[in-house]
């Protein structure tokens, strides 16, 4: 069964460092998201990515964020200068189209920010 | 703006008991579609169950199945026979359009008793 994949599964690193999460997402999907769930807390929208651009983000996707879907294969999340408060677990997905897919999750990436 | 509600504190079943897990929903859209996830432990979101706005009869797969009451703007999931692998968080979540990014409740944590 296709999947989402991403790594790495856990990146520890220093506040002030540059992050950036990678994601391959089913193969024929078109729109992709990212995700953030800060521990034992609700799964929060960061962003959504078609065509090659954002269609939508959060109000939490300030200018520290950033995606790039650099191949045919990959998206990334890039945190420019991680805080504290960006510890938390970072999830990508993907969805083929329409309004009956469902969303198909990566088993994420957590993110510590010491 | 769409806006999902899970109220329940920590949920507690009897193996082998039925379970229901409360959703409801507020949206200006015209035709959604409403989910279920499950969370384990490990972290990844499960895809449990769809329900369209339209659709006529409840969603079921296997021991899940979603009481949807569209006048009332809820979407309960209903877990049938439980077993000690359901304990886990569960979030409802729900899409306004096509390939929009989903909106996901707080979740409700489930424990299942031997």
């Known amino acids: 069964e296709p999947e989402v994949t991403q790594t790495p599964s856990h990146q520890v690193t220093q506040m002030g460092q540059e992050v950036i999460l990678r994601c391959v997402p089913i193969?024929?999907?078109?729109?992709f998201y990212w995700y953030r769930q800060i521990l034992g807390q609700k799964v929060e929208f960061l962003v959504s990515?078609?065509?090659?651009?954002?269609?939508?983000k959060s109000e939490i996707f300030d200018d520290q964020f950033s995606v790039e879907r650099p191949d045919g294969s990959n998206f990334t999340l890039k945190i420019r200068s991680t805080k504290l408060e960006d510890s938390a677990m970072y999830f990508c997905?993907?969805?083929?189209?329409?309004?009956?897919?469902?969303?198909?999750f990566g088993e994420g990436s957590r993110l510590t920010v010491l | 703006a769409q806006k999902i509600t899970q109220t329940q504190p920590g949920m507690f079943v009897q193996e082998k008991e039925a379970v229901t897990l409360d959703c409801t929903y507020d949206?200006?859209?015209?035709?959604?579609?409403l989910f279920w996830y499950k969370q384990p432990s490990s972290g990844e979101m499960i895809f449990l169950i769809y329900?369209?706005?339209?659709?006529?009869q409840n969603a079921t797969e296997g021991r899940y199945s979603l009481n949807f009451q569209k006048a009332r703007k809820s979407a309960n999931l209903v877990i049938s026979a439980s077993q000690l692998g359901d304990s886990a968080m569960y979030f409802c979540?729900?899409?306004?359009?096509?390939?929009?990014?989903?909106?996901f409740g707080k979740g409700i944590t489930l424990s299942v008793r031997p």
């Open positions: 997905a993907s969805i083929g189209g329409g309004i009956t897919g469902e969303l198909f």
């Open positions: 193969s024929n999907h078109l729109y």
């Open positions: 990515f078609y065509n090659n651009e954002i269609s939508e």
């Open positions: 949206t200006s859209d015209p035709s959604y579609g």
């Open positions: 329900q369209g706005s339209y659709d006529q």
């Open positions: 979540a729900m899409r306004g359009g096509a390939n929009s990014k989903l909106t």
